[in-house]
């Protein structure tokens, strides 16, 4: 006699029930599986922002650095050329970099301000990050000596 290849049935009333929810552990894993993928997806996008915003602010901070160490004449070109070198070395993909400098107060005793603004992309990131640009802002001032 040849053995049965049939499944035998279930007897018991929990059992025929787990028999009949065979596919749906399937169906959870692949529903969760996506839910975390995309959580994952929006911690990358929180940390990546987060990373760009602290590096703008560096950049800012290094710019007023150098203007305020500067002659008055190359503030300005100085502070920009400082900000962009910053934000290069740091990799941060701003599609459009804009410094403005205050120099009010440029005397000694007084101060200096940039400002830098950074528009980033994060097309990467697209199914959790918002879409077009998103902007950084940050100032620093530094004392003239």
């Known amino acids: 006699m040849a053995p049965s290849t049939s499944r035998p049935q279930p007897t018991s009333k929990t059992a025929r029930r787990w028999a009949a929810d065979a596919?749906?552990?399937h169906v959870e894993a692949a529903l969760a599986?996506?839910?975390?993928?995309?959580?994952l997806m929006f911690v990358i996008y929180a940390g990546r922002a987060s990373a760009t915003s602290i590096?703008?602010?560096?950049a800012a901070m290094a710019a007023a650095r150098a203007a305020a160490l500067s002659q008055r004449s190359e503030v300005d070109d100085t502070a920009r050329r400082v900000a962009?070198?910053?934000l290069k070395a740091n990799d941060v993909g701003c599609s459009a970099i804009h410094v403005e400098v205050d120099t009010d107060r440029f005397e000694p005793g007084g101060n200096v301000t940039v400002t830098v603004?950074?528009?980033?992309?994060?097309?990467?990131l697209a199914p959790v990050a918002p879409p077009g640009q998103r902007h950084f802002v940050a100032s620093a001032t530094e004392p003239i000596i």
Do not use: M, P, Q, Y
């Open 23 to 25: 596919g749906v552990a």
């Open 33 to 39: 599986a996506s839910v975390l993928v995309t959580l």
């Open 55 to 58: 590096r703008v602010d560096s």
């Open 84 to 86: 962009a070198a910053e």
């Open 117 to 124: 603004r950074c528009a980033a992309e994060f097309t990467d």
